[in-house]
């Protein structure tokens, strides 16, 4: 729904819309760009001193973003958007989804819109809000969805596009090869920043591994069960060892520790 001057046009995507849409616009891209520079206008709404005062801490760096008007203010704006769920068919209002279900449909949404070759998605931690299973999934639903000569695994216009993806998380590396993979660090003294491939095989590599080698985390395990379990590993004392191991869970250290339980009972058996 939108407003422009004292017109207000309300329209449903129906088959109908689409056919109208398909005959201005060329592309998914197109129809995208024309409501953006739609939504653009809505800047004009914002009075011209907030503007000016918006400027001056842009240049100040303290500004993250220009005020948005009123919805009654607005020239151009969406009204609702509603997804259908798959199997039920239920109707959900995008403001219900979660971050998570946000962030997929805007990735999924914009690798689907753009499938000409030769563009460059920069991607900044886009799998932050997934949960395990959908951050496990993520690469397999890029390179799987259609576009209209087949998905990124073919040969296709969308297989001839780069992405640049930074994350914190191990599941991105374990589907990609060593050498797309790169490793950024950054001195603290000098501040000098260097970059490297990991220097094991990072394609189909377990998540522990390319944890310790990408982010130098061993054991892949928090901060404050590794402290316990180096203390007891110092202990000389069998049963603070035995009850320290009650109440930790499955691990490698765990076992380890199992072993040095073994090896301090046998010496006070000796």
């Not at 998914?28 to 953006?36: K, M």
């Not at 819109?113 to 563009?119: D, F, G, I, R, Y």
């Not at 007891?232 to 520790?257: H, N, Q």
Request: with cysteine; charged share 30%.
């Amino acid at each position: 729904m939108g407003r422009m001057g004292s017109y207000i046009f309300d329209f449903l995507v129906d088959d109908q819309t689409r056919v109208a849409f398909s005959a201005f616009w060329a592309s998914t891209l197109e129809l995208y760009s024309a409501f953006h520079k739609l939504s653009m206008l809505n800047d004009l709404a914002i009075p011209k001193t907030t503007r000016e005062r918006f400027r001056k801490e842009v240049a100040a760096r303290l500004a993250l973003r220009l005020p948005e008007p009123q919805d009654e203010e607005k020239v151009f704006r969406f009204e609702r958007v509603n997804f259908f769920a798959q199997g039920d068919g239920e109707i959900v209002d995008y403001v219900s989804l979660s971050d998570g279900e946000h962030q997929l449909a805007q990735i999924l949404g914009m690798f689907g819109m753009v499938s000409l070759p030769n563009a460059l998605f920069l991607l900044d931690e886009p799998e932050s809000h997934f949960n395990p299973q959908w951050r496990v999934k993520f690469m397999t639903r890029v390179l799987d969805m259609p576009t209209p000569d087949g998905t990124r695994r073919d040969i296709s216009g969308a297989s001839q596009q780069d992405c640049l993806l930074t994350t914190h998380a191990p599941f991105v590396p374990s589907d990609m090869p060593r050498d797309r993979v790169f490793i950024f660090g950054k001195d603290t003294e000098t501040g000098v920043v260097t970059v490297r491939n990991p220097d094991i095989e990072t394609y189909g590599t377990t998540f522990d591994a390319i944890i310790e080698e990408c982010f130098g985390v061993r054991p892949p395990i928090s901060q404050e069960p590794r402290q316990d379990i180096q203390k007891l590993m110092e202990s000389i004392d069998p049963e603070e060892i035995r009850t320290g191991m009650m109440r930790l869970g499955y691990s490698v250290e765990k076992a380890f520790l199992a072993d040095r339980l073994r090896q301090l009972t046998r010496k006070e058996e000796a």
